[in-house]
């Protein structure tokens, strides 16, 4: 299967099926010498582990991390670093009775387009787990962006109807309420919503929204590879996601160049900034040093108890309501996954531009070149 692998120099590959032995990922291309512990990764992998709550599916899942490879005396190697976590709770039982039909709103009938062959235990790759991979590689390129000051904040903006106005944003809110969004009350007005539609064995969609601070400017490349397309790309990535926006996103459609336009000063430290941000922090493709604000449009869950119209392999017209254990509203648990999506492009970039330059370049081997 072509297509599990991310990045240029900093490169993952996720593997491993929902119902299957274990899931997991290895990276690539990770420089030798930066401190990391399984606590490191276990930390994201906490945020996205099923079970926290009514919003999450029941799966009972620790979620334990293991590294195999990569990394020796508490620092990486800068030999290939393996991460490894096991599934316990699986009941593919549950899937029994959806093996010769086709889900709506899954990939169960694209699978069989390609394949002729699906694994339909809970989705297998398709599978909001096969995020696991995703989240312990990003909790490592996190670390790295670290490093250099480079923070990234994911957090749900809005849960159907519901949506945080800017006045009421409040970062210091989102571990605060079971849906990670940044205002207490709009995740209470939610809250009532969600009740509703699981009483009806319905599901939600929303917005996630996540900001990206102390990233330097001039990061990215202005054709193939601009910073915004493979954030994009990243985020795109995941399953659920139907929409990416940077900035202003669609809503600069209704603007103008004067009021789209984002002017240039330079503030008290001598440093080049901008009056506004509606460009999100990205000029051509480059960062340019305000902070990058990026938004994904997540899906309901497809799987639902309410009953649905389809058909199965035999072309059959059929009604089901699917069984087992799955999450009424994606984004509590999707929020770390934008997150460490996001930094794993922003990684792979920030490694891309270290030979952009020639001073850059002398400042690491001028003085190693024997003359």
């Known amino acids: 299967m072509a297509g599990s692998s991310f990045g240029t120099i900093f490169k993952v590959t996720t593997w491993g099926e929902s119902h299957g032995k274990a899931v997991g990922a290895v990276i690539d291309g990770c420089p030798a010498g930066l401190p990391l512990a399984e606590a490191d990764i276990q930390k994201y992998l906490d945020r996205r582990r099923p079970g926290q709550s009514k919003y999450t599916t029941s799966r009972q899942e620790s979620d334990a991390v293991e590294i195999l490879s990569g990394v020796f005396d508490g620092k990486t190697t800068g030999t290939p670093i393996s991460l490894t ?3 316990k709770d699986q009941h593919s039982k549950d899937y029994s009775d959806i093996a010769s ?3 709506p709103g899954h990939a169960d009938y694209t699978f069989d387009a390609k394949y002729g062959f699906r694994d339909y235990r809970g989705g297998g790759r398709s599978s909001g787990r096969e ?4 989240v312990a590689a990003g909790a490592v390129a996190a670390k790295i962006l670290m490093e250099f000051g480079i923070t990234l904040t994911a957090y749900t903006r809005s849960v159907g109807p519901y949506t945080v106005p800017d006045s009421r944003l409040d970062l210091s809110a989102v571990t605060e309420n079971a849906l990670f969004m940044p ?3 709009t995740a209470a007005e939610a809250t009532e919503y969600l009740n509703t539609l699981m009483k009806e064995k319905n599901s939600s969609g929303g917005v996630i929204e996540c900001i990206i601070k102390g990233m330097p ?3 990215g490349d202005t054709v193939f590879e601009k910073l915004d397309a493979n954030l994009s790309k990243a985020v795109f990535s995941i399953g659920a996601v139907k929409s990416f926006e940077i900035g202003d996103g669609f809503a600069v459609s209704r603007a103008t160049g004067q009021t789209n336009n984002d002017s240039f000063f330079t503030d008290e430290n001598g440093r080049i900034t ?3 941000n509606h460009a999100g922090g990205i000029l051509g493709g480059m960062s340019d040093g ?4 990026l938004r994904a449009a997540v899906k309901p869950t497809p799987s639902i108890g309410a009953a649905q ?3 199965n392999k035999d072309r059959e017209s059929i009604e089901i309501g699917i069984k087992g254990r799955h999450d009424p509203v994606i984004m509590p648990r999707a929020v770390v996954v934008v997150e460490t999506m996001a930094a794993l492009a922003l990684t792979d970039a920030l490694f891309l531009n270290a030979s952009a330059r020639m001073d850059t370049l002398k400042k690491i081997y001028g003085n190693s070149v024997k003359k």
């Open 85 to 87: 976590v096991y599934n």
């Open 101 to 103: 039909c086709y889900r």
């Open 131 to 134: 995020t696991i991979g995703r």
């Open 183 to 185: 205002d207490n009350q």
């Open 217 to 219: 400017a001039g990061i």
């Open 274 to 276: 901008k009056a506004s």
């Open 290 to 293: 305000d902070p990058i604000l």
């Open 309 to 311: 119209k389809t058909i």
